[in-house]
Structure formats: C-alpha cells, structure tokens
C-alpha cells in the first residue's frame, strides 16, 4: 500500500536551481516505481527570494513549509554578499530563520563513502577504506544564534556562543539512539578546557550517556577531532557537537568522500524534515550544466529513509548512485586523470544514467 506525502521543493540559488531538479526527478520515479503518491509544490529562499520580494524567506514560502511532510532544498548564497559584508538583509538570514520557525535543530550529515571513488579524496585509499561516518550537528545554539554586538567606533565585535541543557539534550539523545542502530560508539566534540558552553555540553552528555550504557561514549576536544578525522576517519561512528564546530568538521569530512558534491544532509527536529545537499550555491559554475547531482540525490534518499520511513526505497536510490559510478560515470569533481571523456557527464547526463539505474 503506497503513502500519499506533500514535498516542498525549494531549489535556491546557484547551482541549487540545477541540482535541485534530479532530486526530485528522483523522489517522482520512486513514487511511480513503488505506486506512491508524492505532490510537490515549489518556494523561494535566499538570493532568487531577496531580488523578487526583498525578504530571504517570505512568508509564503514560510507557510508552504509547515504545510509540508518534508522540504527538499538546493543551495544558498551569492557573491554579491560575500564580497559586501556590510549588507542587512541577507540569503542565509532565509537558512537560519527556516531552521528556527520549523524547530531544525538536528542536522544530520552521512560520511558514507562510494568504492569507486576512493581515489578521487586527496586521503590515500588505506586510510579512507570502510570509513563511515554520522555527524549529528546542533543547528539552532551556538555563536550563530547568540547576541551579536559592534561597538560604536567598529572596532570591537563579540558573538555570545550560548547552549541551554535541553538543546544539548535532545540532539545528544538523537545521537545516541543513531549509535545503537550502528556501531554503538558515540564521540562528543566540544572546547571543554576553555569555553563554559563546552562545560555544560560535556556534563549534559556524561549524564544522557548513563542512559545508553551499550553505547561507548568518548570525549574530544575540536582541535584533536579535526586532526584525527583525517588521520584515521575509521575510528568515528557516529558525532555529536555543536553549530559552530559541526559546521567546520563536516566540510572537512567532504574531503572523505572525495567531494561536497557527494554529501546529503537532513536537518530536523520532531515534525518536519529539511535536506539538501551541502555543496553551496557554487556561483562560480552555476549555468554551466557541469554540477553534480548526486548530492541532491542522496539528499533524497535521506527524505525517503528519515521522513517518510521508506528505507527500501532510499536504499534503492543509493544502489542507483553506487551503480552509476561502478559504470565509470563522473561529473567533473569527482572525475581523476584516468576519467575517459565519453564517461564524463554533466549535470543532466549524470543525473539521467542514474534515473536509468534506479528503473
């Protein structure tokens, strides 16, 4: 018996539009192949929203939103902002409103890695091999949130890094619950000897892990999980942390997987689901049909698995993908010098040989 479900598609800016559109060619092949029923309707954020309304997130989309069962998001952010930071209304002001209002406080990033793609990380293949990793990242705390002050003369800027237990709390349960189902060994990542925000982290962790006995639970500070998330990636399962160092570990950990273009991430909370790939806007080559849709894809995937609890499906995408690449397919970030021009594929091209797959 298949389920009925509304999707709300949000491509974004840059390369979102782009990328955006194989994942939910995707979401609709799977609801024909498995006799679902999956309506969409679309919204703007960032950027595209700023120009056409003057708002980041307008209401409309805002409200389209919480009338979903799940949001499928492309990409945010533009040039024009980075190169002027003086700017007030801005595209990710859109992210992070969406993610407060729709209470996203969980953002989950699978470190997953493709065998034929191992050469493509700048890592060497022995360190990489089997590594599989699950980041759960808190996404509504932390600097980004906290009270932002400039003094008068602009010289002096602060950024309050604030957590309350219950937000530690509900992610860390999140986490630990992740781990049971997989290897049963959790790290917490915090800057316990010297921020007090890290203190309360550490304690509120400690005590939830009292709960979860069969969980092996490790404490690392940020500074050494960066350093060892490179030299030996196979000894994380599953990661908990906070906004502001989850951000920074799991761009790193793209370089696992050989690209940001292969990495899906979901963002919720206890109702709806928000997933994306994490690749950004990339204006640099956005137009030029030479995106990488698989990020989009997987993303999909997370929807079908987190959301809609149609783990079948979601793993019959990611064998989708997995054959794709077995075929020698590639778009041109994850392409190696021994990537033979008629196996290189655009972002259409590539996102229809997966469609092929998955039928």
Not at 212 to 240: C, G, S, W
Not at 267 to 279: L, Q, R, T
Not at 316 to 328: F, M, N
Request: aromatic share 6%.
């Amino acid at each position: 018996m298949g389920i009925t479900k509304k999707i709300l598609v949000i491509p974004g800016d840059g390369i979102g539009q782009e990328v955006t559109t194989w994942g939910k060619k995707v979401l609709e092949t799977i609801a024909a192949n498995y006799k679902h029923t999956f309506t969409f309707d679309e919204g703007m954020m960032g950027h595209v929203a700023i120009e056409a309304t003057g708002n980041p997130l307008p209401d409309e989309t805002l409200e389209k939103a919480r009338n979903s069962d799940a949001i499928l998001f492309g990409a945010i952010g533009h040039a024009k902002y980075d190169n002027d930071p003086t700017l007030k209304v801005r595209p990710e002001q859109g992210l992070l409103k969406i993610r407060k209002e729709l209470g996203l406080y969980a953002n989950l990033r699978p470190i997953k890695l493709f065998d034929d793609l191992l050469q493509a990380s700048s890592i060497k293949p022995e360190i990489l091999q089997g590594a599989d990793i699950l980041f759960f990242r808190e996404l509504t705390g932390d600097v980004y949130f906290g009270e932002k002050n400039r003094s008068e003369d602009r010289n002096t800027a602060s950024d309050l890094m604030i957590y309350h237990k219950y937000e530690v709390e509900r992610i860390a349960r999140k986490a630990f619950e992740a781990a049971r189902t997989r290897r049963k060994k959790l790290c917490s990542v915090d800057k316990a000897n010297v921020l007090e925000a890290s203190r309360l982290w550490r304690e509120v962790v400690q005590e939830l892990s009292k709960e979860y006995p069969d969980v092996e639970t490790e404490h690392m500070f940020i500074d050494n999980a960066a350093m060892q998330l490179i030299k030996d990636p196979k000894r994380f399962d599953v990661v908990v942390t906070g906004n502001l160092f989850g951000d920074i570990l799991t761009d790193e950990a793209s370089q696992i997987a050989g690209s940001m273009g292969m990495l899906a991430s979901a963002s919720v909370g206890d109702k709806i689901g928000f997933y994306e790939p994490i690749h950004g806007s990339a204006h640099d080559i956005a137009g030029k049909g030479i995106a990488n849709p698989l990020a989009s894809i997987l993303s999909a995937a997370l929807l079908l698995d987190i959301s809609f609890g149609l783990q079948d499906e979601a793993q019959r995408v990611i064998k989708a993908v997995d054959a794709t690449l077995r075929q020698g397919f590639r778009t041109m970030d994850i392409s190696s010098k021994h990537t033979e021009n008629r196996f290189l594929l655009g972002t259409d091209a590539m996102g229809e040989k997966v469609l092929e797959n998955l039928n």
